[in-house]
């Protein structure tokens, strides 16, 4: 399962972390991106002329994601879809269980039978960030539902690769990420909190990753962390300020004390993939050739 005749499929391939994986792994290999609606709205978009869109492909009506694996037949399905901390959705039972916790089991499932591999993606959410430095192997004690329902769906299996991670990047849609909503507030002040400390990666270097990870270790299966040196979400907000030269006040702030942070010591030592610095991650970000205003 090695080299460019791989074929990749993306579910959720218009979310933040969907439509920068489109973007990359385009490049390399043929890609087909799954969505729920709206195809001709991303037609603009360079990166997704060069992939097949494939629209009415929804994570709660199972048997349109089943049967498009089976009918594309790929060797590594991406799994984008789930519903984030920020939405409403995420404070529904139902809803959490369904997709955060179930899916990616029926997605290993379909991709045993197929031949292929899932790639899945989970949070450090899964822990309560009362410590920090968290390895794969200390046990997720996050004590809200969409921890839980996150640490549920970590899929395990010969066939699959569940990367424990966080993002930040742009969207192409209503935007609910950190950056989108700190890029909003130009002109303003914001918090920026001294003691909420994040490893986690830019949306464009996890594309990067994923890129390493499929053409030089394409069997690796398992859970593990992927992270890069810890940052306060302060000194994060600072830097992007920095790049995007915006005009926001950033108050410092240390009622918030949380350590999410990941060791990604044991996932650098399998694969020699090295997480890039946050000064490096923030510039690639800002460099990106995307129009996120069209």
Same mark, same amino acid.
């Given at each position: 399962?090695?080299? =460019? *005749?791989?074929?990749?499929?993306? /579910? &959720?391939?218009?979310?933040? /972390?969907?439509?920068?994986?489109?973007?990359?792994? $385009?490049?390399?290999?043929?890609?087909?991106?799954?969505?729920?609606?709206?195809?001709?709205?991303?037609?603009?978009?360079? @990166?997704?002329?060069?992939?097949?869109?494939?629209?009415?492909?929804?994570? %709660?009506? +199972? *048997? #349109?994601?089943?049967?498009? =694996?089976?009918?594309?037949?790929? %060797?590594?399905?991406?799994?984008?879809?789930?519903?984030?901390?920020?939405?409403?959705?995420?404070?529904?039972a139902i809803q959490s269980i369904s997709?955060?916790?179930? @899916?990616?089991?029926?997605?290993?499932?379909?991709?045993?039978?197929?031949?292929?591999?899932?790639?899945?993606?989970?949070? %450090?959410?899964? +822990? $309560?960030?009362?410590?920090?430095?968290?390895?794969?192997?200390? +046990?997720?004690?996050?004590?809200?539902?969409?921890?839980?329902?996150?640490?549920?769906?970590?899929?395990?299996?010969q066939n699959s690769l569940t990367l424990?991670? $966080?993002?930040?990047?742009?969207?192409?849609?209503?935007?609910?990420?950190?950056?989108? !909503? @700190?890029?909003?507030?130009?002109?303003?002040?914001?918090?920026? +909190?001294?003691?909420?400390i994040f490893s986690g990666l830019t949306?464009?270097?996890? &594309?990067?990753? /994923?890129?390493? =990870?499929?053409?030089?270790?394409?069997?690796? #299966?398992?859970?593990?962390?992927?992270? $890069?040196?810890?940052?306060?979400?302060?000194?994060?907000?600072?830097?992007?300020?920095?790049?995007?030269?915006?005009?926001?006040?950033?108050?410092?702030?240390?009622?918030?004390?949380?350590?999410?942070?990941?060791?990604?010591?044991?996932?650098?030592?399998?694969?020699?993939?090295?997480?890039?610095? !946050?000064?490096?991650? =923030?510039?690639?970000?800002?460099?990106?050739?995307?129009?996120?205003?069209?």
């Open positions: 399962m090695v080299g =460019i *005749n791989n074929k990749i499929m993306v /579910l &959720g391939a218009n979310g933040m /972390l969907g439509h920068k994986l489109i973007q990359v792994l $385009s490049r390399d290999f043929e890609v087909v991106g799954t969505i729920r609606k709206g195809s001709d709205k991303y037609s603009e978009y360079p @990166f997704f002329k060069d992939v097949k869109l494939i629209e009415g492909i929804t994570a %709660d009506r +199972f *048997n #349109t994601v089943s049967e498009v =694996i089976q009918r594309e037949n790929p %060797d590594f399905v991406i799994n984008c879809i789930g519903i984030v901390k920020q939405l409403p959705e995420a404070q529904d997709i955060n916790a179930l @899916f990616p089991h029926q997605l290993a499932s379909i991709c045993e039978s197929t031949g292929g591999k899932l790639i899945h993606y989970s949070t %450090d959410c899964v +822990f $309560s960030g009362n410590k920090g430095g968290y390895k794969e192997n200390d +046990f997720p004690d996050a004590n809200d539902l969409y921890g839980r329902t996150k640490f549920l769906g970590e899929a395990n299996y424990r991670t $966080s993002i930040i990047g742009r969207e192409l849609n209503e935007g609910h990420s950190l950056v989108e !909503w @700190f890029i909003s507030q130009n002109g303003g002040s914001v918090k920026g +909190f001294k003691k909420a949306t464009l270097e996890h &594309g990067n990753i /994923l890129c390493k =990870i499929i053409n030089e270790s394409p069997d690796l #299966t398992g859970v593990w962390n992927l992270a $890069s040196e810890p940052i306060s979400k302060f000194d994060l907000l600072d830097s992007i300020k920095k790049y995007y030269g915006l005009d926001i006040t950033i108050e410092s702030d240390e009622s918030l004390v949380i350590d999410r942070s990941l060791d990604g010591s044991c996932f650098r030592n399998r694969t020699g993939i090295i997480v890039p610095n !946050w000064e490096d991650m =923030i510039s690639e970000m800002y460099l990106d050739e995307v129009n996120y205003n069209i």
